[in-house]
């Protein structure tokens, strides 16, 4: 997507460097992150400077591919080890952060070279996520009409991905057809991927969008004000069960009460067929700052970080929950929009979990 008229990837690799856009700073300042190691780059996705499933996946991928790079050219396979295993305890949640991890390492496993083997995957990994989220866009348009009001919930447009988007992805196929739609976009709390960042990638496509506060849901789709729910994920299980960012499955319920249908975007990295529902995925728990501050400019442009809770009370800060499959009208994918029974299952998965490698560990 173009940022001031220049095109970009959310995360690219140039010489050996992993080159990201700052998910951190957005939308107040757009900057550029260098992470010239693996260590810089497993930081970069702890600390969310990039974030939402698909991109992580690829910055896991390209990790890989500087560990390889950096280890002992007589035998990687101990440090690389090691730094495979430091990439993956970065977050637990996504599983396109382990799809990306496996892909790079399943191809050093196998080759003469293994840097040059990882390198070329990972790069093959963050190819074939922009097409799929390309294609998520083709297939989703058709459930956008004209003057179509969407709601979405987190970020799921091109900055959580290397390119496109998923949730977002047929918003902007459905606008450049003319159609003119609108986003509801729910702020998203604590750490508001809604009110920053899809915010201002719409902003930035020239689309119709009102920021709304995560509890104005409801009464907006009470009113029939909202034609369709489209959501990322972080991982599909077998049974179909989608994780997402907290308060997915809030509008889920609602969307079910009022009517309204509840598709969630996913490209094939996200699917995870070795998990069996949803309460099996590992939900990350972040730090409860994230829940008692908020930061911003003041009206001198100066990022201040406020206190928004009683000093001294507690807070709770789980990042995803689980929506059940029952509650999901489709899965818009880079196959077209799939039902339950037609999405990808533990008997019919092509690639086993793969390196031994375990969410959080
Ligand atoms: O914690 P985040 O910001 O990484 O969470 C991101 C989300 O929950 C997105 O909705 C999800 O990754 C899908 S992105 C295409």
């Not at 799929?132 to 004209?146: K, M, P, T, V, W």
């Amino acid at each position: 997507m173009r940022v001031h008229g220049i095109p970009y990837r959310t995360i690219w690799m140039e010489g050996g460097v992993v080159r990201l856009i700052d998910q951190n700073r957005l939308p107040f300042e757009f900057a550029l992150v260098d992470c010239p190691t693996h260590r810089e780059t497993a930081a970069a996705i702890r600390e969310m400077v990039v974030r939402g499933a698909p991109a992580i996946g690829a910055a896991g991928a390209f990790a890989v591919a500087q560990a390889f790079a950096e280890a002992p050219a007589r035998d990687p396979w101990p440090y690389a080890r090691e730094a495979r295993d430091h990439v993956a305890a970065t977050r637990p949640t996504a599983r396109d952060l382990f799809a990306g991890i496996e892909h790079a390492w399943r191809a050093a496993e196998s080759a003469v070279d293994p840097a040059a083997a990882s390198l070329a995957a990972a790069q093959a990994f963050a190819d074939e996520s922009v097409e799929s989220c390309r294609r998520i866009g083709e297939h989703g348009a058709a459930l956008i009409g004209e003057g179509a009001r969407v709601l979405t919930h987190c970020n799921a447009g091109w900055l959580a991905t290397v390119d496109y988007g998923t949730a977002l992805a047929p918003v902007y196929v459905a606008a450049a057809r003319g159609r003119r739609p609108h986003v509801w976009v729910d702020e998203t709390r604590p750490r508001a991927q809604g009110a920053r960042l899809t915010a201002w990638e719409l902003s930035g496509e020239g689309i119709s969008h009102t920021v709304i506060a995560d509890n104005a849901a409801a009464w907006l789709m009470s009113r029939g004000e909202v034609d369709l729910v489209i959501t990322g994920a972080d991982r599909v299980a077998a049974n179909g069960d989608a994780v997402n960012k907290i308060g997915t499955l809030t509008k889920a319920l609602c969307a079910r009460e009022f009517g309204i249908p509840f598709y969630v975007a996913v490209p094939p990295s996200t699917f995870d067929p070795a998990t069996p529902d949803g309460a099996s995925v590992m939900i990350e728990e972040r730090a409860e700052d994230e829940v008692h501050f908020q930061s911003g400019p003041d009206e001198h442009g100066t990022i201040r970080r406020i206190r928004v809770t009683s000093p001294g009370s507690s807070a709770r800060n789980p990042a995803f929950d689980a929506t059940p499959a029952r509650l999901i009208a489709g899965y818009i994918t880079d196959r077209g929009i799939l039902q339950r029974h037609e999405i990808p299952s533990a008997t019919t998965a092509a690639e086993p979990a793969a390196a031994g490698l375990v969410p959080g560990e």
